[in-house]
């Protein structure tokens, strides 16, 4: 599968952005899909994660109450509303695709199989 993550930008903080993740080859509802993100100097991070049918979903705890995955399979794409935005969220926000059934979507980056080339997010205060 391939994956392209948009929708990164400038913000001022307290601002929205949302980011989208198009997939394209194998049959995208056979992934638990997930969102990560690289900060200058710092080590990939997990943020958010949601199952195969959307039904399950996971968070990192410092962006709980103000982001939301969502996904639409029908168009092969995930979603992640960002809301409330920190200067500490500005990154580089890389989506990623596991082959899984799994009902609870995994934090580890380790478990994903596909990554997408980054999208950068940068928040001002």
């Known amino acids: 599968v391939q994956l392209q993550a948009s929708g990164g930008g400038w913000v001022q903080a307290g601002g929205s952005l949302r980011l989208s993740c198009a997939a394209s080859g194998r049959t995208f509802s056979s992934y638990v899909m997930g969102w990560f993100r690289q900060a200058p100097g710092k080590e990939r991070e997990f943020v958010a994660a949601i199952n195969w049918n959307g039904g399950s979903t996971r968070y990192a705890d410092s962006v709980k109450g103000r982001f939301t995955i969502s996904r639409d399979n029908a168009k092969n794409t995930v979603y992640l509303q960002m809301n409330s935005l920190k200067p500490e969220d500005t990154a580089v926000y890389y989506c990623?695709?596991?082959?899984?059934?799994?009902?609870?979507?995994?934090?580890?980056?380790?478990?994903?199989?596909?990554w997408g080339q980054g999208t950068k997010v940068t928040v001002s205060s």
């Open positions: 990623a695709a596991d082959y899984s059934s799994r009902w609870f979507p995994s934090a580890g980056a380790d478990e994903y199989d596909y």
